[in-house]
Nanobody
Framework: QVQLVESGGGLVQAGESLRLSCAAS????????MAWFRQAPGKEREFVAA????????YYQASVRGRFKISRDNAKNTAYLQMSSLKPEDTAVYYC????????????????WGQGTQVTVSS
């Protein structure tokens, strides 16, 4: 059974940083691209960042490029999202997903999802 478990969310002030983690089990982690999406209240789930199987290729939504960094540790079956210079508009539930496609930015390309972790940025 595939499980993705996100952690690391919380309440921070604008300008601060957070690091999210996504621990995977039940799948051949290094065979999957990983991504982070987010969903704010009343809005659709949107792409944030994606990472290839080896970690050599990264993809970012324009609004987070330069502030967020996606990474992975295949030995630990874990993906990360380092978020810096957080803004109130980054407030959302953040989800990690796994996909056999490289660089996919549509949620329907992702086969497995975690339960999400809440990130709240106050102004």
């Amino acid at each position: 059974q595939v499980q993705l478990v996100e952690s690391g969310g919380g309440l921070v002030q604008a300008g601060e940083s957070l690091r999210l983690s996504c621990a995977a089990s039940g799948l051949a982690f290094s065979s999957y691209s990983m991504a982070w999406f987010r969903q704010a209240p009343g809005k659709e789930r949107e792409f944030v960042a994606a990472l290839s199987r080896s970690g050599s290729m990264t993809y970012y939504q324009a609004s987070v490029r330069g502030r967020f960094k996606i990474s992975r540790d295949n030995a630990k079956n874990t993906a990360y999202l380092q978020m810096s210079s957080l803004k109130p508009e980054d407030t959302a539930v953040y989800y990690c997903g796994s996909s056999l496609k490289i660089g996919a930015q549509d949620s329907w390309d992702y086969d497995n999802w975690g339960q999400g972790t809440q990130v709240t940025v106050s102004s």
